[in-house]
């Protein structure tokens, strides 16, 4: 079992920059691929980024590649995602999620967040 708790969410100028963090429990994390999805209002949840277990592996969707970065640190249990020159449309709940693969697929994840809120405003 991993449990995660996301963090670092908050509201932001077009352009800014938000870290998010997602602190793991449970001793399997470091085994797991880490992925980033969100979902905005009246939307399905979506792929942002994944990383696998080891750093060495990460993808990200086309509408966030060269303004965000995935990273982990595994001696810590936490995942993060670098977001920089946010933009109004980056806005939606960010969920981040553990799993044996790295997809981009939400249904290959069976551990999840409770998500954290992103607001960027124009």
């Known amino acids: 079992q991993v449990q995660l708790v996301e963090s670092g969410g908050g509201l932001v100028q077009a352009g800014g920059s938000l870290r998010l963090s997602c602190a793991a429990s449970g001793h399997t994390f470091s085994t797991n691929a880490m992925g980033w999805f969100r979902q905005a209002p009246g939307k399905e949840r979506e792929f942002v980024s994944v990383?696998?277990?080891?750093?060495?592996?990460?993808a990200y969707s086309d509408s966030v590649k060269d303004r965000f970065t995935i990273s982990r640190d595994n001696a810590k249990n936490t995942g993060y995602l670098q977001m920089n020159s946010l933009r109004p449309e980056d806005t939606a709940v960010y969920y981040c999620?553990?799993?044996?693969?790295?997809?981009?697929?939400?249904?290959?994840?069976?551990?999840w967040g409770q998500g954290t809120q992103v607001t960027v405003s124009s």
């Open positions: 999620a553990a799993g044996p693969v790295s997809t981009t697929s939400l249904n290959d994840f069976p551990y």
């Open positions: 990383i696998n277990w080891s750093g060495g592996y990460t």
